[in-house]
């Protein structure tokens, strides 16, 4: 009894890697219609984190999140990925108009030694657990960080595609699937790019930062 008590509050590796899923779920989702890089009517409004979120209806774009999140979940569980980009792109010039960055961080001390129901006591120094809601009030801020991003961001004009890119670790316990392959980081050129760093949010196991960079005119 005390060890489901326990699991039910403690954030593990598997509900952490959860959360962080979903976050870019709801994050991507969320780019996507602020910037309009899909019509405002593909989009259906749902509620999360305490916000109405809007996601996508689209079952084609559903379907490429849900495969690019699977691969991604698989990542986290392995300690394989640091770093998530989501790329907006002109669809006629082929230029990175944005660059939405998440950086990923994994304790790994969190993973190999768990504090457990009759182990060793925690170091003074250890720092204190988060339970879920914590968690995902941290998310809250970042979500609405990015909805109100449009107060700052210049308007695409054109007409916009994404990509999204997964930076990994070399692993040969975690190999590269076929499905994916070296790309083109879609950096924007130097000089023509500023940047703004966004709040982030941690759980016991991953902290996740999180920037945008934008190009600016000549």
């Known amino acids: 009894m005390a060890q489901k008590q326990r699991t039910n509050q403690a954030i ?6 959860a959360l962080v899923t ?31 979120m809007l996601v ?31 790329a907006i792109k002109s669809i006629e010039t082929g230029e990175t108009l944005e660059r939405w960055q998440f950086d990923i961080h994994t304790d790994e001390s969190a993973i190999n030694n768990p504090s457990l129901p009759g182990g060793p006591k925690q170091s003074q120094g250890k720092k204190k657990e988060k339970t879920e809601k914590e968690v995902q009030g941290e998310i809250r801020e970042i979500m609405k960080q990015i909805t109100s991003s449009v107060t700052f961001l210049p308007i695409l004009e054109e007409e916009c595609t994404f990509t999204l890119l997964a930076y990994t670790n070399d692993s040969p316990e975690m190999p590269v699937p076929a499905t994916w392959g070296d790309a083109d980081p879609h950096l924007i050129d130097r000089g023509k790019v500023e940047q703004v760093r966004l709040r982030s ?16 005119g000549e």
Not at 12 to 17: A, P
Not at 56 to 83: G, M
Not at 201 to 216: G, P, Q
């Open 12 to 17: 593990t590796l598997k509900g952490s890697t």
């Open 22 to 52: 979903e976050f870019f779920e709801y994050s991507v989702n969320s780019i996507l219609y602020q910037r309009g890089v899909y019509p405002s009517d593909d989009f259906r409004m749902v509620k999360k984190y305490g916000l109405p």
């Open 56 to 86: 996508t209806a689209d079952d084609n774009l559903k379907e490429y999140l849900s495969t690019i999140l699977s691969q991604v979940q698989e990542w986290l569980l392995s300690s394989s990925i640091n770093r998530l980009v989501l």
């Open 201 to 216: 949010f941690s759980t016991n196991v991953h902290s996740l930062e999180a920037m945008v960079a934008y190009r600016v």
